[in-house]
C-alpha cells in the first residue's frame, strides 16, 4: 500500500515539477520577447552571436551535409536502380533534404554545437554572478544577454539549414552523376520539375526557425535555470543535448503531419 | 582616518544623512526554511564606511541582495534614500541600482570583454557619452585603481587582485552614492589586500559615497572603518565604533577578533554527543 502511495506520491512531484518548470520557461520566453525591442537600437549585439552561435557551426553543418548528401546519393542510387528510376535521384536527393534532412540534421548538429556552448556560456556566466553583477548594473541579463542569443539563434538556423541542403544536394550530385554515372540533365531537371518552391523549400525553411526558437530558448533556459556549480552548468548542459533533440524531432512529426498531409 | 577613539555617538553625529536604513527586516529563503535575518536594523550614513562583519553563513551577503533588490524581506522595511526597496516597481528599482555600485567577492568581471570594455559597460548601457568621453572617464576610473595600464588585458590575464580592482573600477563608473562590497579582501596576497582596503577608504571619501562592506578581515576592516556591525543570529549581534569594539568584552566580539576556535560560535557542528557517536560510556 504505502509503494503505490509513494509511487503516486511520486508521480505527482514529477508532473508538479514539469508543470512549474514549463511555466517558468513560457513566462520567461515572454519576458525575453517583450525585451527584445530595444534590439532593433542596438542590432550589433544580435550580430556578434550570428557570428559566435551561427558561422562558428558552419564548418560542421557544411562538412556533415556533404557526407550526409554522399549517402543519399548512394542509398537513392541502390533503391531507385531497382525501379529503373535512377534518374529521379535529384529528386530524391532534393526532396529528402529540403523537407526532412536539412532542418532536422541541422537543429540537432546545432543542438550539440551552439546550444551547448549557449548553456555553459550562461551557466558560467550566472556561476561567476556575471548576470547578478549585470542586474546590479541596473542592466536586465535578460534583455541584456539572452534576447540577443535567441535571435542569432532564430536567424542562424534557417542559413544553416539552407546551406546544409545546398551542400547536401551537390554531395548527392557528386556521388551520383560522376561516380555513378547517372545523367547529369536528368539530375538537374528532375529536380527543377519535382521541387516546389513555396511548399517543399519554404516548408522547409519554416521548419527550421521553428527548431531554430525551439533549440536556442531551450539551450538558453537551461542554462539561465542552472545550478551555479560545475555539476549544475554540467547537467544543464546534457539537459539541452537531450531535450532538445527529442523537442525537434516531436516538433518534426508535428510539422510534417500539418504540411504535408493532405 | 578619523580622530582618535571616537565614540559610536561622535560617529554617528559628525556624518551626513542615512542614505540605507534596514528596519525589523525579516527574511529566509523559503517559507518554513531557516530565519536568515530576524528583526534586523542597521542604519548607513552617507560619507561612512560601515562594515558587516560576522561568521559565514550568518546572512552578511544577504543584506546586500537585499539593499540591491535582488530579494526581498518577509516583512519589515529596507530604505533606500528614503524610498522602500521591496514596494518599487521594476523601473524604480533599476533606477535606484544605477545609484547603487556593487563589488562580488571575486568581481565578477565579464570574461567575454577586455578590462576597458568591463568598465565601460555600466557606461555604454546607462550613457550616450561619446567615444572620446568614455574613453576618458574609463582611463581615470583605471586610473584611480592603479590599473590604466591594464586596459587591453582580458580577465583571465590578470590576477584576484587586479581582477578585484578592475571590478571596483566598474563599481565607480558610474559615480554612485552608495558602494557596496562584497568579501573584497578574500583570497588577497598581503600586498593586494592592502591595496584594496585603502582604494575602498580613498574612493569614499573622493566620491562623499557611502561604502557597505562586508567582510571577515578584522585587521584590514578596522582601519579603514568607521562603524562596524557584528551579525550574530540573524541580528545584531554587536556594534560600535574599530575602537570600541577592539575594547569589547562581549564574548561573540571577543571570540570573532581573536579568533578563538571555541566559544558563543560553536566549533562542533550539533549532533550527537562524542560518547553516543563512539559507543563509549562516560
Known amino acids: 500500500m504505502t509503494a503505490i502511495l509513494n509511487l503516486f506520491g511520486d508521480l505527482g512531484f514529477f508532473i508538479r515539477r514539469n508543470l512549474i518548470s514549463l511555466g517558468l520557461a513560457t513566462r520567461m520566453f515572454a519576458a525575453v520577447i517583450w525585451r527584445s525591442g530595444f534590439l532593433l537600437k542596438r542590432p550589433r549585439l544580435v550580430v556578434d552571436q550570428i557570428l559566435f552561435v551561427g558561422n562558428h557551426s558552419f564548418v560542421i553543418i557544411a562538412v556533415s551535409g556533404l557526407f550526409v548528401g554522399f549517402v543519399l546519393g548512394l542509398q537513392g542510387y541502390y533503391t531507385l536502380n531497382r ?162 533533440s527529442l523537442s525537434v524531432l516531436a516538433l518534426d512529426f508535428l510539422l510534417t503531419a500539418m504540411m504535408f498531409s493532405n | 582616518m578619523n580622530s582618535p577613539q571616537p565614540s559610536s555617538l561622535d560617529v554617528k553625529k559628525s556624518l551626513g544623512e542615512v542614505v540605507v536604513s534596514i528596519k525589523d527586516v525579516n527574511f529566509s529563503y523559503a517559507p518554513g526554511e531557516r530565519q536568515i535575518l530576524s528583526g534586523l536594523n542597521m542604519e548607513f550614513r552617507r560619507g561612512q564606511v560601515v562594515a558587516v562583519m560576522g561568521g559565514s553563513g550568518c546572512g552578511k551577503t544577504t543584506i546586500l541582495r537585499l539593499i540591491g533588490g535582488q530579494f526581498t524581506a518577509q516583512s519589515g522595511q529596507v530604505l533606500f534614500e528614503g524610498q522602500d526597496i521591496g514596494k518599487m516597481s ?88 552608495l558602494i557596496m562590497y562584497d568579501e573584497p579582501f578574500a583570497g588577497l596576497d598581503p600586498i593586494s589586500l592592502g591595496i584594496t582596503a585603502r582604494l575602498i577608504r580613498d574612493l569614499n571619501n573622493a566620491l562623499g559615497a557611502t561604502s557597505l562592506l562586508v567582510t571577515h578581515d578584522v585587521e584590514e576592516t578596522f582601519e579603514i572603518a568607521d562603524y562596524v556591525y557584528f551579525i550574530a543570529n540573524g541580528s545584531i549581534g554587536a556594534q560600535g565604533t574599530p575602537e570600541e569594539l577592539s575594547r569589547s568584552t562581549d564574548p561573540f566580539v571577543r571570540q570573532f577578533l581573536d579568533a578563538a576556535p571555541d566559544g558563543p560560535v560553536p566549533f562542533h557542528y550539533p549532533g550527537q554527543s562524542l560518547e553516543e557517536d563512539f559507543g563509549v560510556r562516560a
Open chain 1, 83 to 244: 525501379y529503373g528510376s535512377e534518374q529521379a535521384l535529384g529528386l530524391l536527393v532534393a526532396l529528402s533534404l529540403t523537407r526532412e534532412l536539412g532542418p532536422v540534421i541541422t537543429a540537432l548538429l546545432f543542438a550539440g554545437r551552439a546550444g551547448t556552448s549557449l548553456t555553459a556560456e550562461i551557466g558560467l556566466m550566472k556561476a561567476g554572478e556575471q548576470l547578478s553583477a549585470m542586474e546590479m548594473m541596473a542592466v536586465d541579463p535578460l534583455g541584456r544577454v539572452i534576447a540577443p542569443r535567441l535571435w542569432a539563434g532564430i536567424i542562424s538556423m534557417p542559413i544553416l539549414a539552407t546551406i546544409f541542403t545546398a551542400v547536401g544536394v551537390m554531395g548527392g550530385y557528386f556521388v551520383g552523376v560522376p561516380l555513378i554515372g547517372v545523367d547529369s540533365g536528368a539530375f538537374w531537371s528532375q529536380m527543377q520539375g519535382g521541387v516546389d518552391l513555396f511548399s517543399d523549400i519554404g516548408n522547409g525553411l519554416i521548419k527550421s526557425l521553428v527548431f531554430g526558437v525551439a533549440v536556442t530558448f531551450i539551450a538558453l533556459y537551461q542554462g539561465y535555470e542552472a545550478k551555479p556549480t560545475p555539476e549544475g552548468v554540467s547537467q544543464a548542459t546534457t539537459r539541452t543535448v537531450v531535450i532538445s
Open chain 2, 90 to 177: 521594476s523601473k524604480e528599482l533599476m533606477a535606484a541600482r544605477r545609484r547603487m555600485g556593487m563589488l562580488f567577492q571575486f568581481g565578477a568581471l565579464f570574461t567575454d570583454l577586455s578590462v576597458f570594455e568591463n568598465v565601460a559597460f555600466p557606461l555604454r548601457e546607462h550613457t550616450d557619452l561619446s567615444e572620446e568621453l568614455l574613453r576618458s572617464l574609463v582611463l581615470m576610473k583605471l586610473n584611480a585603481v592603479g590599473l590604466r595600464g591594464a586596459r587591453d588585458l582580458m580577465p583571465s590575464q590578470i590576477s584576484g587582485g587586479m581582477a578585484r580592482r578592475v571590478a571596483l573600477a566598474r563599481a565607480i563608473a558610474l559615480d554612485p552614492p
